[in-house]
Nanobody, 123 residues
């Protein structure tokens, strides 16, 4: 399975973007995670959940502002970014894993990564 992330761009604070993570084939048994890396910082967890559906876990910093959705027919998962803040500026990555729920925020357990898409939020 290969992943391709897209949808990033430049937006003003308070604005919205929708990121896409397209898989080359349907990763039915995988968990898909979103991570981001800001300049000079370590990559951090944003959200994760089963590709096929079910509950989504969000980082506290994005809870209530970011939402994950899925289009199974297109093998694509979306990350809707609302009420964006300058501190959301980062390269956003999607990734796949087969680990258990308790470890889904651990980026080291993800084995398949997309190439990342840049999100820049101006103040």
């Amino acid at each position: 399975v290969q992943l391709q992330a897209s949808g990033g761009g430049l937006v003003e604070a308070g604005g919205s973007l929708r990121l896409s993570c397209a898989a080359s084939e349907r990763p039915q048994s995988y968990t898909v995670g979103w991570f981001r890396q800001a300049p000079g910082k370590e990559r951090e967890f944003v959200s994760a959940g089963k590709w096929s559906g079910g509950p989504i876990r969000y980082a506290d910093s994005v809870k209530g502002r970011f939402t994950v959705s899925r289009d199974n027919a297109k093998n694509t998962v979306f990350l809707q970014l609302n009420s964006l803040k300058p501190e959301d500026t980062a390269v956003y990555y999607c990734a796949l894993t087969r680990i258990v729920w308790s470890e889904i925020a651990n980026q080291n357990r993800y084995t398949i990564w997309g190439q990342g898409t840049q999100v820049t939020v101006s103040s």
